[in-house]
């Protein structure tokens, strides 16, 4: 028999009559607001896969409170939250589409256009007669898209990955901790890395994706111009279209963070030095970017760790200079390897290591437990490019670099390198052609 399936407007959407066109006498709440469907806000989140903290953006705040044209604003008066998660204190970066939001005024269950793009409904989901739905999805997942100015490109194809779209009921345009629970109702993108959990294989399998065809280095592009598309047919259970107007564009734009460096350190994954946002030196020849004193071996690689995939392709020995200093002498230039593989191992393409090209000692000392060695890499950011994200990962297509010089001193640990280390050894950089 067949199975009769009804819409999410007359099955899923019951469960809100509680918040319908009137106001709720018994419980107290407002109902839906009249009029057209608003954006109220955009929001993104990198649960702290790329600097180890999460960071949470909101493109509805004012990117700084102490400007003139925002300072009286009710945000940056009576909000406790400020300007904290406005684009300059918490700006996007290649990681923040592991959730982005987008909030409306009310919830946007219907799309009026959909029928014209081939789908069999108007409603945003579908929803069986009885019971409660276990297959939830969006009838059309192009209702929500992303659209790229200065992304790579290859053969027509745009630097921007694939993502799972769906709708979220859940949530109000109030929110104690935004980062931790989100504002709502909205339309949500998704970037997939992995198919391995429970959930993540739920959303996989809706966008048909598996175990072996998920793309682990899938993300946005650095220093890229993004605007979220919205269908032009979305409407609320009143069937009253979304309103598309400058503030909504405004609101659905948003630019990431520059390619830049993170951390510094040696590669054992623990002890790397921020440095990203100034917090540590600019990286200028004056005021370089310092690895912690005593920490890289003199056997041992130096670790850039940056904020998108690197481009491999274009790493070679020339990549970056070095120099070294012992107990404050003549600086010597030492032939360097320039690589993200440690071991036939590239991991996400997120890490630069440097090592002496010998694989052995950035210098012969006289006396290895007295000696002070430092080494200054001078890493050439005009040609360290991005991995491109258009589907595959093209290499060579990536168009964003760091754009200047940035240097980075260590002074390494004294002594023979310890048993224990945890450190990179110079021994095990290796090609980088061979990620």
């Known amino acids: 028999m067949k199975k009769h399936r009804k819409s999410l407007f007359l099955g899923a959407a019951a469960s809100l009559m509680l ?28 649960f702290g896969i790329n600097t180890g903290h999460l960071v949470f953006t909101d493109t509805s705040v004012p990117s700084d409170c102490t400007l003139p044209q925002y300072k009286d604003l009710k945000q940056c008066t009576n909000d406790p939250f400020m300007d904290t998660y406005g684009v300059k204190k918490s700006p996007p970066n290649p990681d923040s589409l592991r959730r982005l939001r987008v909030v409306f005024n009310k919830p946007p269950l219907l799309d009026l256009d959909a029928p014209s793009r081939g789908a069999n409904s108007t409603e945003l989901e579908l929803v069986p007669d009885s019971g409660v739905p ?68 739920f959303k996989c399998d809706k966008i048909g994706l598996t175990k072996t065809t998920v793309d682990p280095l899938a993300a946005l592009e650095p220093d890229a111009s993004y605007t979220v598309t919205l269908s032009k047919g979305l409407a609320g259970r009143d069937q009253q279209k979304i309103l598309l107007d400058d503030r ?29 946002a100034g917090a540590k030196g600019t990286g200028s020849s004056t005021d370089p970017y310092k690895v912690a004193d005593d920490l890289v071996a003199i056997d041992g690689a130096i670790e850039i760790a940056v904020n998108a995939a690197v481009d491999y392709s274009r790493l070679n020995g020339t990549s970056a200079t070095a120099q070294v200093s012992v107990n404050g002498g003549a600086p010597k230039a030492v032939a360097v390897i320039v690589s993200p593989n440690v071991a036939d191992d590239c991991g996400a393409l997120r890490s630069i290591y440097v090592a ?10 006289t006396n290895p437990m007295t000696d002070e060695v430092v080494v200054t890499v001078t890493l050439k950011g005009a040609a360290i490019y991005d991995l491109s994200q258009v589907k595959g990962h093209p290499v060579g297509k990536g168009i964003h670099t760091m754009g ?30 061979n990620c």
């Open 356 to 365: 002496p090209a010998s694989g052995g000692a950035w210098a012969t000392l």
């Open 134 to 201: 276990t297959d939830l999805k969006l009838v059309d997942q192009k209702v929500i898209s992303l659209a790229c100015t200065n992304c790579s490109t290859d053969n027509g194809a745009v630097g921007i990955p694939l993502t799972y779209n769906s709708l979220q009921l859940t949530g109000s345009d109030l929110s104690p901790d935004p980062s931790q629970f989100p504002y709502g109702p909205g339309l949500q993108m998704e970037v997939l890395t992995s198919c391995t959990s429970a959930t993540n294989k």
């Open 19 to 46: 918040l319908g066109a009137c106001n709720d006498n018994l419980t107290g709440q407002d109902g839906e607001p009249t009029g057209p469907l608003k954006v109220l806000r955009l929001t993104l989140i990198d």
């Open 404 to 433: 200047k010089d940035i240097v980075i001193r260590a002074k390494l640990l004294k002594g023979a390198t310890p048993m224990d280390y945890a450190g990179v050894p110079s021994s095990a950089v290796a090609d980088p052609n």
């Open 248 to 276: 909504a564009t405004s609101l659905l734009s948003f630019r990431t963070e520059p390619f830049q460096i993170n951390t510094v350190g040696n590669g054992d994954g623990a002890s790397g030095s921020e440095v990203r």
